[in-house]
């Protein structure tokens, strides 16, 4: 019989690439959406259209602040893999909401782990945490380093990270955690800075327009494709024994040199005038201003530099990156592009 998986977070990025992923290794996915007065599941009504009417993807109502809902699907789909990818994962939000991000990022994870360890204890789990746990530990991190965690949301994932370890331990569960740095994609959020960037790439490259604010420029991170992140994971959960692994390329950008990089898929440099929160970039042919910074975007604490060590998955896992940070970005503004014209 094909295996069933049963994924929490379906409707974000990586849950549709894990869908699309899963669904090619001829499992029966079944993903948990939230309710919503407006329609929030763009990423996977592709997926949805080709693959339901197939059933080789069905959709739920849940949410993981929902102790009763989750062990009620568990229960009925008794899948024999879970992802828990639902989180609040906006740093700045998490800042914002704090209550709420514990509520779904930590206490969401136990909610799934207490339901496996009373509904079936053979079910493989995989947790989503983050290299927003190392905080502003040395770089670069592995899965040895220290967790220092500077935001709410880095915060909450730590106590997820700890309390799929202790199920893990105390009731024989294969639970893993995939630590993973920064993916971005096509399909990122609309409100990461990664996204905010190509999308006002895009829109310079149709109209000549561009109102681009950000904030800390100099913060480097370790960015790679959400495309290859999402078999890492898979590749977690068949191991003979649960582990917890750093999935990154091993290679930092600051957000600047990503900026850049942006721009010059539309053959356009940037040019630097200003320092600080007076900093701008210009466009470097007819000196448009492009990009221009506000504090109210810098968090209250900031993460300086992310860049992970993933060895241990090259090792165990045979996992490595493939898709380049220039390729994904090109990916990104290119699609981008698409959108625009398309409206």
Not at 40 to 57: A, C, F, H, V
Not at 140 to 149: D, I, M, T, V
Not at 318 to 343: A, G, H
């Amino acid at each position: 019989m094909k295996k069933k998986v049963l994924i929490f977070g379906v409707t974000g990025q990586d849950g549709s690439y894990l869908s699309e992923f899963l669904i090619k290794k001829k499992y029966i996915v079944h993903g948990v959406k939230r309710r919503s007065s407006s329609f929030n599941t763009s990423r996977i009504d592709n997926l949805y259209e080709k693959y339901s009417k197939k059933g080789m993807l069905y959709l739920h109502y849940g949410d993981v602040t929902d102790s009763l809902n989750i062990q009620s699907l568990i229960q009925k789909i008794r899948p024999d893999e879970i992802y828990n990818l639902a989180a609040q994962s906006h740093v700045k939000v998490s800042f914002e909401t704090p209550e709420y991000t514990a509520n779904a990022d930590a206490i969401g994870t136990l909610r799934i782990l207490e339901s496996i360890k009373n509904v079936n204890k053979k079910i493989r789990f995989y947790q989503a945490s983050t290299s927003e746990m190392f905080g502003n530990t040395k770089a670069p991190q592995n899965e040895l380093s220290n967790f220092s965690p500077v935001s709410p949301y880095g915060t909450s994932k730590l106590f997820s990270y700890w309390i799929t370890k202790n199920y893990r331990d105390a009731y024989g569960i294969f639970a893993s955690n995939g630590i993973l740095f920064n993916h971005e994609s096509p399909l990122r959020g609309e409100t990461f800075v990664t996204r905010k960037i190509t999308m006002q790439v895009a829109k310079y490259f149709i109209s000549g327009k561009c109102n681009l604010v950000l904030g800390n420029l100099n913060a480097l991170r370790d960015w790679g494709d959400a495309r290859d992140y999402v078999e890492g994971m898979w590749k977690m959960l068949q191991l003979k024994t649960p582990k917890d692994y750093v999935l990154a390329t091993g290679k930092s950008y600051s957000i600047k040199s990503f900026l850049e990089e942006a721009f010059k898929v539309i053959g356009v440099r940037v040019k630097w005038k200003g320092k600080g929160l007076n900093i701008r970039g210009y466009d470097l042919v007819n000196n448009k201003l492009l990009v221009s910074v506000n504090k109210k975007y810098y968090r209250p604490n900031e993460v300086n530099h992310l860049c992970g060590d993933a060895r241990q998955a090259r090792r165990d896992l045979k996992w490595k990156p493939k898709i380049s940070f220039k390729q994904m970005i090109s990916d990104m503004v290119r699609n981008d592009i698409e959108n625009y014209q398309k409206t």
